[in-house]
Antibody, heavy 118, light 110 residues
Framework: EVQLVQSGAEVKKPGESLKISCKGSGYSFTSYWIGWVRQMPGKGLEWMAIIYGGDSDTKYSPSFQGQVTISADKSISTAYLQWSSLKASDTAMYYC???????????WGQGTLVTVSS | QSALTQPRSVSGSPGQSVTISCTGTSSDVGGYKYVSWYQQHPGKAPKLMINDVSKRPSGVPDRFSGSKSGNTASLTISGLQAEDEADYYCCSYAGRYTFVFGTGTKVTVL
C-alpha cells in the first residue's frame, strides 16, 4: 500500500528555521517525484516545488523559488521542505504528494500544519 | 504562472449534474493533455478524482467525468450525491516538471 506520512504540526516564531518531512512507503521512492503544496488558512491549493526521488532533481514554482528549499534522502525514502527564516505568512498546511512528474499527483500525505507566530 | 480560473461555487440538487470549468492558457491547460482534478473535504487531504483530462482512477465513481476544449478543462458530476459536497481543484502541467492549480470551486448539494 502506497503511503506518504508527514511529520507533525509545528509552532515556530518568526525568523526561526524549520524542516518538515514526508516519508514514502509501499512503492519505489527513486522512481517517482514528490511535490509540495501549500494551503493557507481558508484558501486554495498552491503548487510549490517538486523533487525526483532518484537523483534529487528539483523544480520550483517562481512564487516559491528562493523562499523554501526542498531535498530528499533516498536511503530513507524521505523528502523534506525547509525554511531558513520563517515569516507569519508561512502559516499554512503543507502537503506532499507522489507524482509522475507530468501527469498527476496520485497519493497525498496527511498534511503538516505550520504555525508561525510571535 | 497564474492560477487557473475556476468559478467560486456551483450548486445542484441531489441527482442533478453540475459542471466546473477550469480556464488556463496555451502554456498550461491548452498545451498539454495533463489536467487533473482533486476533491477536498474540510480538514482532509486532496483526493485525485480525474487525471490526464478524462481518466478516472480506480475507485472513483463513474459519475465523475472530465473533458477539455482549448484552454478550458471541465469536470462534470452527474447524479449529484450528498457526499460530493466538497471543494474541487483542477491542476495542469505547465512544462518543465512544474504544475499550476486552479482557484478552487465549492460544490454545494442543495
Amino acid at each position: 500500500e502506497v503511503q506518504l506520512v508527514q511529520s507533525g504540526a509545528e509552532v515556530k516564531k518568526p525568523g526561526e528555521s524549520l524542516k518538515i518531512s514526508c516519508k514514502g512507503s509501499g512503492y519505489s521512492f527513486t522512481s517517482y517525484w514528490i511535490g509540495w503544496v501549500r494551503q493557507m488558512p481558508g484558501k486554495g491549493l498552491e503548487w510549490m516545488a517538486i523533487i525526483y526521488g532518484g537523483d534529487s532533481d528539483t523544480k520550483y514554482s517562481p512564487s516559491f523559488q528562493g523562499q523554501v528549499t526542498i531535498s530528499a534522502d533516498k536511503s530513507i525514502s524521505t523528502a523534506y521542505l525547509q525554511w531558513s527564516s520563517l515569516k507569519a505568512s508561512d502559516t499554512a498546511m503543507y502537503y506532499c504528494a507522489r507524482s509522475d512528474g507530468v501527469s498527476t499527483s496520485d497519493y497525498w500525505g496527511q498534511g503538516t500544519l505550520v504555525t508561525v507566530s510571535s | 504562472q497564474s492560477a487557473l480560473t475556476q468559478p467560486r461555487s456551483v450548486s445542484g440538487s441531489p441527482g442533478q449534474s453540475v459542471t466546473i470549468s477550469c480556464t488556463g492558457t496555451s502554456s498550461d491547460v491548452g498545451g498539454y493533455k495533463y489536467v487533473s482534478w482533486y476533491q477536498q473535504h474540510p480538514g482532509k487531504a486532496p483526493k485525485l478524482m480525474i487525471n490526464d483530462v478524462s481518466k478516472r482512477p480506480s475507485g472513483v465513481p463513474d459519475r465523475f467525468s472530465g473533458s477539455k476544449s482549448g484552454n478550458t478543462a471541465s469536470l462534470t458530476i452527474s447524479g449529484l450525491q450528498a457526499e460530493d459536497e466538497a471543494d474541487y481543484y483542477c491542476c495542469s502541467y505547465a512544462g518543465r516538471y512544474t504544475f499550476v492549480f486552479g482557484t478552487g470551486t465549492k460544490v454545494t448539494v442543495l
